[in-house]
């Protein structure tokens, strides 16, 4: 309207609490996330392994079941940490791919279309822009991977009895901290790579340059020089050391040995500083171009 008329008003409604103002970027993200029929149905398809894996925690305590499919129970997968990191070994796979279908436009599309002024412009930090757009994926993640994880876990404790419970609650502890590792790593990898590539094909393609390549340099290096420091630069193999520190796991199939627990953990978390500093020499509300 019209300055001179002098009839505009303040907004006098209610305001959104600060600390909630980035959620506005997940409640908008999740419309058009859910609105592709190929991201639906691969997110369906993320249930199929807890649902199996929810069927073999049963079929330990139900003895028709068992007499009906001539099945002993000797003969089913035990159900300890092994059990639970095998499970959130094959849903980390699968939060990858989703990673790769939803990661890459979350941060190109803002950044080729010149929105960052648009977010930035109003009472909305750079801080809230990245955590705001972490969170899509980090609630999508978390949605398949360590809370279906604690389900399980709940389900198995209720039917074992309080004791199982209590003596293996660490595996609910290493559940949460071994898949919030995982998500924190890929949604600040996807999220820089979508803020420097600025195109989703090639930010997908980095995604899976960044697992691979290092991955191969790192198994070609430890055979060399028979030596398990090639791995550093591994993030499979990091994450890997460090999900069978969390789950007491003592099995080894790979070529090369693990890395030191503590190792992995420092290079994980530099790894994560570095995205964060891609990422904030990258989201800003004005860019140069020389």
Same mark, same amino acid.
């Given at each position: 309207m019209a300055v001179y008329e002098h009839t505009y008003k303040l907004y006098a409604g209610k305001l959104t609490p600060e600390w909630s103002r980035f959620l506005i970027i997940p409640r908008h993200a999740f419309r058009d996330v859910f609105a592709s029929k190929i991201f639906m149905g691969f997110f369906v398809l993320c249930f199929v392994s807890p649902l199996v894996m929810a069927i073999l925690i049963y079929l330990h305590y139900n003895t028709n079941a068992l007499l009906i499919m001539q099945l002993n129970v000797k003969d089913l997968v035990s159900i300890n940490?092994?059990?639970?990191?095998?499970f959130l070994s094959i849903q980390s796979s699968l939060a990858f791919l989703? *990673?790769?279908?939803?990661?890459?436009p979350l941060v190109s599309r803002d950044m080729s279309n010149n929105a960052l002024p648009l977010y930035l412009?109003?009472?909305?930090?750079?801080?809230?822009?990245?955590?705001?757009?972490?969170?899509?994926?980090?609630?999508?993640?978390?949605?398949? *991977?360590?809370?279906?994880?604690?389900?399980?876990?709940?389900?198995q404790a209720y039917l074992e009895g309080a004791g199982?419970?209590?003596?293996?609650?660490? &595996?609910?502890?290493?559940?949460?901290?071994?898949?919030?590792?995982? &998500?924190?790593?890929?949604?600040?990898?996807?999220?820089t790579l979508s803020a420097w590539l600025k195109w989703r094909i090639a930010a997908s393609a980095g995604l899976f340059a960044v697992f691979m390549i290092p991955s191969v340099v790192g198994t070609l290096v430890g055979v060399m020089f028979r030596t398990?420091?090639?791995?550093?630069?591994?993030?499979?193999?990091?994450?890997?050391?460090?999900?069978?520190?969390?789950?007491?796991? *003592?099995?080894?199939?790979?070529v090369v040995p693990d890395l030191p627990v503590v190792a992995a953990w420092v290079a994980l978390a530099l790894f994560c500083a570095l995205c964060v500093l891609l990422l904030s020499r990258r989201v800003r509300a004005y860019e140069v171009v020389r």
């Amino acid at each position: 309207m019209a300055v001179y008329e002098h009839t505009y008003k303040l907004y006098a409604g209610k305001l959104t609490p600060e600390w909630s103002r980035f959620l506005i970027i997940p409640r908008h993200a999740f419309r058009d996330v859910f609105a592709s029929k190929i991201f639906m149905g691969f997110f369906v398809l993320c249930f199929v392994s807890p649902l199996v894996m929810a069927i073999l925690i049963y079929l330990h305590y139900n003895t028709n079941a068992l007499l009906i499919m001539q099945l002993n129970v000797k003969d089913l997968v035990s159900i300890n940490g092994e059990f639970f990191r095998i499970f959130l070994s094959i849903q980390s796979s699968l939060a990858f791919l989703l *990673t790769v279908l939803i990661g890459p436009p979350l941060v190109s599309r803002d950044m080729s279309n010149n929105a960052l002024p648009l977010y930035l412009c109003r009472p909305f930090s750079r801080a809230e822009y990245m955590i705001g757009k972490m969170s899509v994926l980090v609630i999508l993640l978390s949605a398949i *991977t360590w809370v279906p994880g604690l389900l399980l876990f709940v389900f198995q404790a209720y039917l074992e009895g309080a004791g199982w419970f209590a003596h293996n609650i660490w &595996i609910a502890g290493a559940m949460i901290v071994a898949g919030m590792a995982w &998500i924190v790593v890929l949604s600040l990898l996807s999220m820089t790579l979508s803020a420097w590539l600025k195109w989703r094909i090639a930010a997908s393609a980095g995604l899976f340059a960044v697992f691979m390549i290092p991955s191969v340099v790192g198994t070609l290096v430890g055979v060399m020089f028979r030596t398990r420091w090639g791995n550093i630069i591994n993030l499979s193999a990091i994450l890997e050391s460090i999900n069978k520190s969390l789950f007491r796991s *003592t099995s080894n199939f790979n070529v090369v040995p693990d890395l030191p627990v503590v190792a992995a953990w420092v290079a994980l978390a530099l790894f994560c500083a570095l995205c964060v500093l891609l990422l904030s020499r990258r989201v800003r509300a004005y860019e140069v171009v020389r």
